[in-house]
């Protein structure tokens, strides 16, 4: 792709290595979802989330999910860059027929502040967050 029409035909997406909100999962593609397609969805977030919270990373420990999120962008077949700082930065072509739109960019924290209830023996170092789906 070429340099100077790189940002039209591309989503920047920074990740700052610093609290979990990003769950990598496919864009909607305009088509109506049924009921079965948006359980499909939700199952995919959830499955996604569970991947993420079995990697501890307290703030400042996030060298595992970040790799774990590069493998995924290029999984993708997404190109990925990181700076000095850490972050992580992910261009994802737009999507056919979109390719004119202003450029979207997201971002989100990977680290996550972990506190546990008294009582409760965890280390954010090497524990994974114990995930609770209910209601």
């Not at 009921?35 to 703030?59: C, W």
Request: proline share 4%.
């Amino acid at each position: 792709m070429e340099k100077k029409n790189f940002f039209k035909k591309a989503m920047f997406i920074s990740f700052s290595l610093a609290a979990i909100s990003f769950i990598p999962v496919a864009c909607s593609s305009g088509k109506t979802d049924t009921g079965k397609e948006n359980q499909q969805i939700i199952d995919d977030i959830v499955a996604n989330f569970e991947k993420l919270a079995a990697i501890p990373r307290k703030s400042g420990h996030e060298q595992a999910v970040g790799e774990m999120l590069k493998n995924w962008a290029r999984d993708q077949g997404l190109e990925v860059r990181q700076n000095e700082a850490g972050d992580l930065f992910f261009d994802v072509p737009a999507t056919k027929g979109y390719e004119d739109l202003p450029l979207t960019c997201l971002q989100a924290h990977i680290d996550m502040v972990c506190v546990a209830r008294d009582g409760v023996d965890y280390d954010p170092l090497t524990d994974p967050i114990k995930t609770v789906i209910g209601g």
